[in-house]
C-alpha cells in the first residue's frame, strides 16, 4: 500500500539512493556513462543530510510502499537563477525508484506536491527537465504541464573536473 508522507534528515540515504539509480537508469545515453558510473551514494547521502537539515521554504514529499522509499518529491517557491521567484511554485525534483515505475507512484507524488503548492497560493508551477529525456517529457505532458518556451542548460561536472552543458526545457503548469 503506498502512502506518502513528509522526509527527514534520515530519509537521505533513500533519497540519493533513488535519485542515482534513477539518473543511471534514465539519462543513459544522455549524460557521459563514466559520470553516471562514478555517483557515490554515501558522500552524497551525508550532504543532502546535511541540506535537509537546514531550514527551507522547499518540502519533500516521500512515497513509501510498505517499510520501502519508493521515490520522492523536492517542491517549493521557483529558484530564478539564486534567487526565489514567489510569484510560482517550482517541481526541483521528482524520482521514482525504476522497480516502481509505471505503479502511479510518480502520479501520486506530483498530484500531492500540485495540491500542496496550490495550498500556499501558486497556481503557476515551473519545472525543468533534460531535453533529451523524452520519457519524463511525456510524463508531464500527461499531467497538464506544458513547454513554454524557456531554455536553459544543467551544468554538471564530468569525470575529469570538466563541465558538461546538458540542454533543459521548461514546463509549466496553471491550475485551472
Known sequence: MLTLRA???PDAQDIVRINVECWQRAYAGIVPDEVLSAMDVPTRSARYQQRMSEPSLHEIL???DGETTVGYVHFGPYRDGQALDETAGEIVAIY??????GTGAGRSLMT????????RGWDEVRLWV???????RGFY???????DGATATYPMRGVGGGVIELPEVRYTYRAG
Do not use: H, M, Y
Open 7 to 9: 522526509a527527514t534528515p
Open 112 to 119: 500531492a506536491a500540485l495540491r500542496r503548492l496550490a495550498e
Open 96 to 101: 521514482v525508484d525504476p522497480p516502481a515505475w
Open 141 to 147: 505532458a500527461r499531467l497538464g504541464f506544458r513547454p
Open 130 to 136: 533534460l531535453e533529451a529525456n523524452a520519457s519524463a
Open 62 to 64: 516521500l512515497a513509501v
